[in-house]
């Protein structure tokens, strides 16, 4: 039987890192911060969660089976140090090291995240990321972290998504301290952890990794916003102000004028996107009834409408915007 050639086939290239992700509310269980004590909607905590903090061996090994080659995870800053400046507490540190060395053996290569929605008790009592305090207790917890992985790290995401832990926990309420509204607070978050990561990458940056340079940047979540109706003044005006909220505003000021050269990429996190009509967002994560989007025809999972054309489109605007890998 005559084989079929294949020169149509997309095939990614030969180093391309096809991984999983984390987060250590998500899967480590026993953490102390903001979450330890938050029920979800569902009745849900993350007091065991996955237990991967006991059980990371084993999940290494699950990595493996699937067939991954990398692992994004965080570093929980609340495991690591008890008060600002403290030193690193060693135990957890060499979990951590242990960890990375485990992924090593296996062949999958470890990303580590500094922030992930979550700080230390410490942080959260003096208003967390709203207190520009808190910019130098995160620069030097990193500085710390570096000089402990800097021969086993060469990639490093500083914040995953702070548009989505700004907005939620300051604007949606939906995550802790659940504020709402808090719109001069949100912009105040952003600007701070904007700060943060330029200190941080400069820090990240003067060190080598077996040869390696350091690759160091921020995960953006990217939303389209558009008006269900594109002859709706109102909708269109909505749509373009959570717009320039929560995309435009928030690269500018990761990645706007010099700070752009603080990063060496930028990653993506792309779920779809969200249309307005009569003002209301038309998706599940904003209680709209399944059957009414079903009506208009939307196609959406639990969070946002499906749009995956979108997809292309961010990737070229980023790219032809900020000149970074993607």
Known sequence: MATIPNENVLRFPENFLWGTATSPTQVEGGIENEWTNFIAQDGGN???????????????????????????????WSRLQSAPFATLNQNELARYLDLIDRLKAANITPMVVLHHFSNPP????????????????????????????????????????????????????????QRK????????????????HVEASRIIRRETCAGKTMQVGIAKNWTFFHAYKKYSLWDRTTAFACH????????????????????????LNY????????????????????????????????????????????????????????
């Open 122 to 177: 410490w942080i959260n009592l003096i208003g967390g990321w709203t207190n520009a305090k808190t910019i130098s207790a995160f620069v030097d917890y990193v500085q710390k972290l570096v000089v402990a992985f800097k021969d086993k790290i060469y990639l490093w995401n500083t914040f995953n998504e702070p548009d989505t832990y700004a907005c939620v926990a300051y604007l949606l309420g939906g995550f802790p301290p």
């Open 46 to 76: 993350c007091r065991i969660a996955c237990d991967h903090y006991h059980r990371y061996p084993e999940d290494i090994g699950w990595m493996s089976k699937l067939g991954t080659n990398a692992y994004r995870f965080g570093i929980e």
């Open 271 to 326: 779920y779809g996107r969200v249309r307005f009509h009569h003002f209301a967002a038309m998706i599940p994560a904003s209680g709209a009834p399944v059957k009414r989007l079903k009506d208009f025809g939307f196609d959406c999972d639990d969070m946002v409408e499906r749009y995956p054309e979108g997809l292309e489109k961010i990737l070229a605007y980023l790219t032809k915007k900020f000149q970074l890998p993607i």
């Open 244 to 267: 320039y909220t929560f995309n435009k505003f928030v690269l500018d000021a990761f990645l706007g004028g010099g700070r752009r050269n603080d990063s060496t990429f930028i990653g």
């Open 181 to 196: 509204g808090k719109f001069g607070q949100f912009r105040k978050i952003i600007a701070h952890m904007a700060r943060a």
